[in-house]
């Protein structure tokens, strides 16, 4: 026997049905909210555009350096050649092999904050966050791929440098940009500049 309907309802039509469907599209939106203010990053939809969304690392890049095994306080009270030779995380370089490398014409790409960049950077660095590398490829394909790059931003545990290094050997190939010697810089900026190594202000 057919269960009646309520008037202006079509026959099979069960709200208790849609009500409880609704309640668990409620919920999970709820989850998915709560979920999202507790990590580090927002989560990306399909469909929409996350510029700090970083692509999984290639071989020899670490994006997560261990904060463990680097000792900020330390680097904090040493200046000029004191700094040339302390110790980085490994997989980095220090500020003695940077400085030989800008002696020799290394390309050095910023990836802090532009404002960081502008009031102080290395003498002739690019400054190229990982959100601009795929935006200003073309400007990155005037260099000679042969061309060593350096990449740094506050050092230590600062995931910056590992993040633009990571996109720019990742995606740079399809883009015609095939750097064959990318480094990472294990101190930041101003140990550079605590070093006396030369610097330069404003933009590029």
């Given at each position: ?26 919920v ?94 290395i ?19 005037a ?62």
């Amino acid at each position: 026997m057919r269960r009646p309907t309520a008037p202006g309802t079509r026959p099979g039509f069960c709200m208790p049905t849609i009500v409880r469907a609704l309640a668990l599209v409620g919920v999970a939106g709820l989850i998915g909210v709560g979920h999202s203010l507790t990590r580090e990053r927002p989560i990306a939809f399909a469909g929409t555009s996350a510029p700090d969304t970083q692509p999984e690392p290639r071989e020899g890049f670490r994006t997560s350096p261990d904060p463990e095994t680097y000792n900020a306080s330390r680097v904090d009270t040493l200046s000029g050649d004191d700094l040339l030779d302390e110790p980085v995380l490994e997989g980095m370089i220090t500020l003695r092999e940077a400085r030989e490398l800008f002696e020799q014409g290394a390309l050095f790409l910023d990836s802090r904050h532009l404002e960081n960049f502008e009031l102080g950077h290395i003498e002739g660095a690019v400054w190229m966050p990982a959100s601009e590398v795929l935006v200003r490829a073309e400007e990155l394909m005037a260099f000679d791929p042969a061309t060593p790059v350096v990449i740094y931003c506050t050092g230590g545990t600062c995931d910056a440098s590992h993040n633009t290094a990571s996109r720019l050997t990742t995606y740079g190939p399809d883009l015609g940009l095939d750097f064959a010697d990318v480094r990472i810089l294990g101190l930041g900026y101003e140990e550079w500049e605590r070093a006396g190594l030369p610097t330069a202000e404003g933009d590029q």
